[in-house]
Structure formats: C-alpha cells, structure tokens
C-alpha cells in the first residue's frame, strides 16, 4: 500500500524535461533568443576588457552623462512595465493602457538620449573607428538601442490591441480571457527587464572601464 502511495505522489510530478516541454514555442524561443543575446553581450564585453586593457593608449574620454540618465530611464520604464501584467489580471485595460505608454515613452526617450550621447562622444572627438573603447562603446550601446526597438514595436502593437479592446465592452471581454494574450504580455514584461538588465550591466562595465 506505501509503495502505491509513493507512486501516485511521484506520478503527480512532472520532470524537468516535461515542464519544458508545457512551455509554449513562440515563449520557449523568446527564451532561447535571450540566451542568444545573453551570450553575444558577454562576449563583446569580454572583448572590449581585453581591446581597451591592450591599447596602446589608455582611454581619456568620460562617459556621456546621458547614459546615466538613460539608466534612471530604464529603471523607471521596467518599473511601469511590471505592473502591466498584473492590471491586465485585475480586468483593468485602462491602467494596463497608461502602463504601456509610460513605458513606450521612456523607452522613446531613452533612445532618444542614447542617440544624443552618440553626438556628445563625437563632439569629444570620439569615433566609431578611433579608440578601441570608443568603437566598443558605439557598437554594444548601438546593439542595445537595436533589441529596444524590437521592444517598443512589440509594446506599440498590444497598445493598439488594449486601446482598440478598451473601447468596445465585447473586445474587453474577449481579449482580458484570451490565454494568448496574457502570454504576450508576460513575454513583454520579461524581455523589457531583461534589457533592462542588460543595459544596467553595460552601465557599469562602462562606468568603471573608461
């Protein structure tokens, strides 16, 4: 009898294996694509240690201040962003609505102020093909700003479904007890922070390296 109890315990648990493999497709990739991204990230962090440690003259320009206003950006739009999920749980698309324009504008700004602290680095005489840590510092904050507009066209797109849904009564209806779209929302929220993430590492590897 202990026997078949232990087994109708065990039977009621899932391995690793087959928890992976409840994991929808288009979330498992979105999952892999991070990793991807996770792993490009470090490499070229790891060779701009290594270009800016074997320069034959060390680096003698700051870094932008925009990029520390950019992190406080950053910050502030993951914040909004993370409610999104939970007012989409509590049937409310008008504050889930306010949640994704807080965070398309940030994240706007954001590249916005990345963009300006490209012309503050050239202004100092700063260039793409100069210094390797001016080259480094083009190409990963360039890399980042390129995944962000994936971000912002993919947060602009379920605006338009929550503002087009919020409006009509049925389409309310329908789309807070649609499975997919919660999917889509928490796939939202966790790549934003993963940029966010992301960005804050960049941050501090610039912060102290230059």
Same mark, same amino acid.
């Given at each position: 009898?202990? %026997?078949?109890? =232990?087994?109708?315990? &065990?039977? &009621?648990?899932?391995?690793?294996f087959?928890?992976?493999?409840?994991?929808?497709?288009?979330?498992?990739l979105l999952?892999?694509?991070?990793? &991807?991204?996770?792993?490009?990230?470090?490499?070229?962090?790891?060779?701009?240690?290594?270009?800016? $440690?074997?320069?034959?003259?060390?680096?003698?320009?700051n870094? @932008?201040?925009?990029?520390?206003?950019?992190?406080?950006?950053?910050?502030? %739009?993951?914040?909004?962003?993370? =409610?999104? @999920?939970?007012?989409? &749980? =509590?049937?409310?698309?008008?504050? /889930?609505?306010?949640?994704?324009?807080?965070?398309?504008g !940030?994240?706007?700004?954001?590249?916005? $102020?990345?963009?300006?602290? +490209?012309?503050?680095?050239?202004?100092?005489?700063?260039?793409?093909?100069g210094? @390797?840590a001016?080259?480094?510092?083009? !190409?990963?904050?360039?890399?980042?700003?390129?995944?962000?507009?994936?971000?912002?066209?993919? $947060?602009?797109?379920?605006?338009?479904?929550?503002?087009?849904? %919020?409006?009509? @009564?049925?389409?309310?209806?329908?789309?807070?007890?649609?499975?997919?779209?919660?999917? =889509?929302?928490? /796939?939202?929220?966790?790549? +934003?922070?993963?940029?966010?993430?992301?960005?804050?590492?960049?941050?501090?590897?610039?912060?102290?390296?230059?």
């Open positions: 009898m202990k %026997s078949e109890n =232990q087994n109708k315990i &065990g039977a &009621g648990r899932m391995s690793s087959e928890k992976i493999e409840k994991v929808p497709p288009v979330k498992m999952f892999v694509t991070m990793a &991807g991204m996770a792993m490009l990230f470090f490499m070229l962090t790891a060779m701009f240690f290594f270009k800016n $440690a074997d320069a034959a003259t060390p680096s003698t320009f870094l @932008p201040k925009l990029f520390s206003v950019s992190t406080i950006l950053i910050l502030v %739009s993951g914040f909004s962003m993370h =409610q999104v @999920p939970f007012h989409y &749980g =509590q049937d409310d698309l008008i504050s /889930m609505k306010k949640g994704l324009l807080w965070s398309l !940030l994240g706007l700004v954001f590249s916005l $102020a990345q963009i300006v602290a +490209w012309y503050e680095m050239a202004s100092a005489r700063v260039f793409f093909d210094h @390797p001016g080259t480094f510092l083009y !190409l990963l904050s360039a890399l980042h700003l390129l995944h962000i507009a994936g971000g912002l066209a993919f $947060a602009s797109y379920l605006y338009v479904k929550v503002n087009r849904a %919020s409006k009509d @009564p049925i389409r309310s209806l329908i789309f807070n007890r649609d499975p997919y779209r919660l999917m =889509q929302v928490q /796939m939202l929220r966790s790549y +934003w922070h993963f940029l966010g993430i992301i960005w804050i590492a960049l941050y501090f590897v610039f912060l102290f390296a230059l």
